[in-house]
């Protein structure tokens, strides 16, 4: 893939992506008309609740999306590559290699009846005509690099003789194997110890600024992002609402979902005190009503409402999906 | 490893035991054969020699005892019908019956899986409606039935292959068998479709099943998101997380089929075991049938033997030594 001419812009470039799932009951909006921009060696967080899109939003730029999802519209822009103009065969030849992902759940992601080293070979493989030792000799240094003692030995482990912890580490290790330019993550510290999360937290990040790699962190957790993105995105009802430098959007929240998810963090409430929650539970995307999906659960729904809203830019680096954006100070 | 083989073959003893005993009482209700073997114009004295000759005028448990004596020994009695030693008369047509139950095997392998993982990745299609729909008549249409039907249509009407028999041996690796000639093969692939009816049936299930699961496994996106080619997600990632309970299947039919393929055996004129069996039953030859029990009974032993140690290297979690039965 050195035949690619040196990106000017961005590594990724989403611009206007839908994904729709075709079922029985009606189209599921799981990602509707969402776009953002994520460059070498930055860290891109998607926050938002279960079932906001994000995931599917991961699984659209891999071209893994399975009936009866489709993209529908929208271009995905890798390396000013529309990805959707790749055939199957392109796009298998991509991943992996150049955009690779981490998982949810480390218990369920490697596959439990081959050894490490067959996992990580085989990725290697996939993608460079390399002999077994070769192959070998580069997975056992991509495990060391994520912290994983012993390595040696760890290859020719099962996943299950390994902690949850350590298989996340391994499923990372093997999403830098082939330096991709693109790593999508999906919740990959969900599923672990808060003291793991840490771990691997830092262990990510470090390894994108060494590698250039840029990076995308999906998650439900603001506290993860605001430790390691660089920027945040907030996704709802298959949208994304706002978008800012992470900083800019924890400290000034403009939309009133973000302000909600915020303010439900348990470490910004006084001790003792009540946490505030968001009211009511995200809509179902099938064939969702008209006008912005949040107004039901809004604080502070103004008439416009009713008519679903562009993307503004109240202040400059900063973009929200909102009629009525909140500019006072979040109260602490 | 080794513990557990030991332990294996012991509880194997104690099956075979307790099947012996069962045959001898057993038989012992059902009748007398001593009228069917004698022939109708002896008098009482030829009658009572007979009798004495083959020991049925002891008591039932001293029968038992002598059985036991001579098993030990190796010696399973002498066939009442045929006066030869029963062990060897089995013996002799265990090849036959042998490579037609794995020519059985090879074929519901070749045509099961790759049917099944067919209808598991494509449930949707004309052509995995079609497999499912025809896996449910190999479960339900006869045996005997689908195997006249065989012989009609490929070797009465087409004429393509013979219609009964075992066809010419060759050896190789000291092995006799049919299988290593061309020939052979044209005469065994009737009767080993007939017999594999059931388990291509159960095989095309249990593969579709497990791969319609495992498809939506996290580990296979994963692969995917590696790059994986198609065929090594399937073949490597999917095939090896589903193939535990089709093993299992394939090593009880292949023991069911070694020991009672009668009615294949039959309809084809196969020179297998299936038939003596039968012929020992209606003629109540007790020497034969106990052997025969027991040579069954050793037999599943060693299948459930194989198809564990098959679990253990398609599943690493899997530990021989834990499991107690």
């Known amino acids: 893939m050195t035949t690619d001419a040196l990106p000017a812009g961005p590594t990724l470039a989403v611009e206007g992506l839908a994904t729709h799932f075709f079922t029985k009951a009606g189209v599921v909006k799981a990602v509707d008309d969402v776009s953002f921009t994520v460059s070498s060696g930055e860290v891109l967080g998607i926050v938002g609740e279960s079932g906001s899109g994000k995931s599917i939003t991961g699984f659209s730029i891999l071209g893994l999306i399975d009936q009866p999802g489709r993209i529908v519209s929208g271009a995905i822009r890798f390396k000013g590559r529309d990805l959707r103009g790749l055939s199957e065969n392109e796009m298998q030849g991509l991943r992996g290699d150049r955009i690779a992902m981490i998982f949810q759940d480390p218990m369920m992601t490697l596959n439990p009846v081959l050894r490490i080293d067959t996992q990580m070979i085989e990725t290697v493989q996939a993608h460079r005509s390399v002999g077994r030792a070769e192959a070998l000799e580069l997975s056992r240094q991509a495990l060391d690099q994520v912290g994983i003692p012993a390595p ?16 996340q580490r391994v499923a990372i290790a093997i999403a830098f ?9 999906d919740e990959p510290t969900t599923a672990l110890d808060v003291t793991i999360q840490a771990q691997i937290l830092f262990e990510a990040q470090k390894l994108c600024r060494a590698t250039g790699t ?14 390691l993105a660089d920027r945040i995105a907030v996704m709802y009802a298959g949208r994304i609402v706002e978008t800012g430098t992470t900083d800019d959007v924890i400290d000034r929240p403009l939309h009133p979902y973000t302000r909600g998810l915020i303010g439900s963090v348990p470490s910004h409430a006084g001790r003792g005190g009540r946490l ?17 999906a949040f107004r039901d659960r809004c604080t502070v729904p103004i008439e416009a409402c ?14 929200v999906r909102c009629h009525n954006p909140q500019f006072a100070d979040v109260a602490p | 490893m080794t513990a557990f083989i030991i332990r294996r073959l012991m509880q194997s003893v104690g099956v075979a035991l307790a099947m012996s005993l069962i045959v001898f009482i057993g038989m012992h209700i059902v009748g007398d054969p001593i009228y069917i073997l004698v022939d109708p114009q002896s008098d009482q004295a030829e009658i009572d020699a007979t009798i004495r000759r083959l020991g049925l005028d002891r008591p039932l448990w001293e029968q038992y005892l002598l059985f036991l004596k001579g098993a030990v020994t190796g010696n399973l009695g002498n066939s009442f019908v045929h006066g030869t030693s029963a062990l060897p008369l089995i013996l002799e047509r265990m090849p036959a019956t042998l490579e037609l139950a794995f020519a059985s095997l090879i074929l519901a392998i070749v045509i099961g899986i790759p049917l099944g993982l067919y209808a598991g990745l494509y449930p949707e299609t004309v052509a995995s409606r079609a497999i499912m729909a025809g896996s449910i008549l190999g479960f339900s249409l006869p045996t005997f039935w689908v195997g006249i039907m065989m012989i009609m249509v490929f070797a009465v009407m087409l004429g393509w292959l013979p219609s009964t028999g075992r066809g010419p041996t060759a050896t190789y690796l000291g092995m006799t068998s049919s299988l290593f000639t061309v020939e052979g093969w044209r005469y065994v692939l009737l009767p080993a479709l007939n017999l594999a009816l059931l388990k291509v049936s159960l095989v095309i299930r249990l593969t579709k099943s497990g791969t319609s699961e495992a498809i939506h496994q996290d580990y296979i996106k994963f692969a995917r998101a590696k790059g994986l080619s198609r065929s090594r997600i399937v073949g490597v990632h999917l095939l090896k997380n589903i193939l535990i309970p089709v093993v299992t299947v394939l090593g009880l039919e292949f023991g069911n089929q070694i020991a009672f393929a009668v009615v294949t055996e039959t309809i084809f004129a196969w020179p297998g075991m299936g038939r003596l069996l039968i ?7 007790r020497p034969v049938i106990v052997a025969y029990l027991i040579i069954t009974v050793l037999m599943f032993i060693v299948i459930n033997l194989v198809v564990d140690i098959l679990y253990s290297l398609l599943d690493p979690r899997v530990r021989l030594g834990e499991k107690s039965a």
Do not use: F
């Open chain 1, 152 to 167: 040696e030995r760890r290859l020719k482990a099962y996943p299950h003789e390994l902690s949850g912890g350590m298989r």
């Open chain 1, 177 to 185: 194997l082939n330096k991709p330019d693109l790593i999508i993550a």
């Open chain 1, 214 to 227: 840029a990076l995308i962190w999906i998650t439900h957790d603001l506290a993860v992002v605001a430790a």
């Open chain 1, 276 to 292: 505030t929650q968001i009211p009511g539970m995200t809509p179902s995307l099938i064939d969702l009503p008209a006008g912005c």
């Open chain 1, 306 to 319: 009713g008519v679903a809203p562009g993307v503004t830019s109240p202040r400059a680096g900063r973009h």
């Open chain 2, 279 to 285: 012929s020992s039953i209606q003629s109540l030859d």
